[in-house]
């Protein structure tokens, strides 16, 4: 119990339960009613309720099994337990909705805003598991384990992955269909791939100034952020600079930016984006 407890920590626990709920709905009141398969093995479910005499929720649950154990295996227990919890319970959570609401049909009446609403509404649940290195199990077990070794980005892997997913539906719904699947794992990808990086979205300044030691000051004491400074040689005359670069997140850069309009307003500054940065917290 102790080794699970540190797998699973109490806010990891409830950040799954969440989501999945939230998967589930999307799953159940926008996925299943467009008869769409996209980019999730409850697609694959859907489209499998033609040949197999099972409920989505009992299909799910059957193929999550066999990726789990590839998935436990590939990678590592952390991600492991975390999916098994995941995978069982969405196929409670369908199991749940299908008791609840039994003649189901759509909220909408268009596969097309279905599948619209579905893709909106399941990137942001399973968002919230890929940060926590957690997954609702099915196509985000191949998805994670096509980024740790092929190291392709989620959204992309999990567009692959999809993508013979929806291909599948070909065999039993007509081509509308089939392109609605399609186009579905397409930007249910883009979008997913928004929701995770957009938590993540850092930006790196680039300043030169005449006031480069309060500018430094502030950025250490105030932000609480760290910086390095290099030498830079102006083209147009050759003169030496100190230059100052610093990552910061969203609300560090709204205050380093109203700072140095105040400080300096002549500073020569520059940004660029950063998805992402790996280093050593310093002790």
């Known amino acids: 119990m102790l080794k699970l407890k540190k797998l699973i920590s109490p806010k990891e626990f409830f950040i799954i339960t969440i989501a999945d709920c939230i998967i589930a709905a999307a799953v159940f009141f926008f996925l299943a009613p467009s008869h769409a398969a996209v980019s999730s093995i409850s697609g694959l479910a859907i489209v499998l309720t033609n040949v197999v005499p099972l409920h989505i929720s009992t299909i799910t649950l059957i193929l999550n099994v066999v990726l789990l154990i590839l ?67 099915g196509i985000d077990i191949i998805a994670k384990i096509m980024n740790q070794y092929l190291h392709i980005e989620i959204g992309r892997a999990m567009t692959i992955a999809g993508t013979c997913v929806a291909l599948s539906s070909a065999f039993f719904y007509d081509k509308k269909i089939v392109v609605l699947s399609l186009l579905g794992t397409y930007f249910n990808g883009m979008i997913l791939d928004h929701f995770i990086f957009g938590h993540n979205i850092k930006r790196r300044v680039c300043i030169i100034s005449e006031k480069l030691e309060e500018i430094r000051e502030f950025i250490i004491v105030n932000l609480h952020s760290g910086a390095s400074l290099y030498e830079t040689t102006g083209a147009y005359k050759m003169e030496k600079h100190t230059e100052l670069i610093t990552i910061v997140d969203k609300n560090e850069y709204q205050k380093l930016m109203s700072f140095l309009r105040k400080t300096d307003p002549n500073a020569f500054i520059t940004v660029y984006t950063v998805s992402d940065i790996h280093y050593t917290i310093k002790p």
């Open 71 to 137: 998935g436990f295996f590939l990678c590592g227990s952390d991600f492991g337990f975390k999916t098994v919890y995941g995978s069982v319970l969405l196929s409670g959570y369908l199991a749940v909705y299908e008791h609840l609401f039994p003649n189901y049909t759509s909220i909408t009446e268009s596969p097309e805003l279905d599948v619209l609403c579905y893709i909106l509404v399941v990137s942001f649940g399973l968002s919230m598991l890929f940060n926590i290195n957690a997954s609702s199990g």
